[in-house]
């Protein structure tokens, strides 16, 4: 069963950079398949003056009669630095295909690597599709990084309207992003650019949401 997942995957205030965080420095969702809780993904924000580092925990499981049917399972380190991304890892086990990434920056372009094998040279202005950016969803982003495998994706944006959506303190009028390409993807903002919902598709049809717990 293949629901392709694609983890792309802070604190009280902004860094130097003016990064929107959450408040309490985490983002701790449920992940909910055709309404039935099926995993976690954590995010958790850590910041020490202009340098931000962020680690993030998905664990996925769907079961069918007591068997597991399907698993996902990311492991991954953003570091930011003065508002720009300058290197990530991850580990992933995606139903049994690894994936091991390691991205680096050097100079103006972004070098990836997957298990130790070069996959691709992408323009160091490129975001994660960790999804946690608001600068994911500005009209001029074509594409993001994928986090799994090191490739670039190309998107495109729209803004739905807004909706109230369960924020991290409560309901919040939150702006409704659909994004659309090789990364298919509806985000929900808080009006301070926090991140506070996420739905998509998996390839089986299936309803897949990230709701803050």
């Known amino acids: ?42 995010m958790k924000f850590k910041e020490n003056g202009a340098k931000i580092d962020v680690d993030i925990l998905t664990d996925v499981k769907v079961k069918l009669a007591f068997v597991t049917v399907y698993k996902f399972w990311h492991e991954g380190r953003e570091q930011w630095q003065d508002g720009q991304l300058v290197g990530l890892q991850s580990k992933t086990d ?23 094998k ?10 994660p599709a960790s999804l946690w950016h608001p600068g994911i969803v500005k009209p001029s982003k074509t594409s ?3 986090t799994l495998d090191g490739t670039e994706m190309a998107i495109q944006t729209v803004l739905a309207g807004e909706e109230q959506v369960k924020g991290t303190k409560g309901p ?18 808080d009006p301070d650019g926090v991140l506070v919902k996420v739905r998509f598709k998996g390839k089986d049809g299936s309803d897949i949401q990230y709701v803050l717990r």
């Not at 995606?94 to 130790?116: A, W």
């Open 1 to 42: 069963m293949a629901l392709a997942f694609v983890v792309f995957a802070g604190l009280p205030h902004a860094s130097a950079a003016k990064t929107p965080l959450p408040p309490e420095g985490v983002l701790n969702f449920w992940v909910v398949r055709d309404g039935s809780l099926i995993g976690t993904h954590v």
């Open 94 to 116: 995606d139903d049994g295909i690894p994936h091991d990434l390691t991205v680096v920056r050097l100079g103006d372009r972004f070098k990836s690597t997957d298990k130790g």
């Open 118 to 127: 070069a996959v691709f040279d992408s323009d160091a202005s490129i975001l």
């Open 172 to 189: 919040v009028m939150a702006k409704h992003y659909v994004i659309s390409g090789q990364l298919k993807r509806e985000l929900w903002f």
């Open 144 to 146: 993001v990084l994928n």
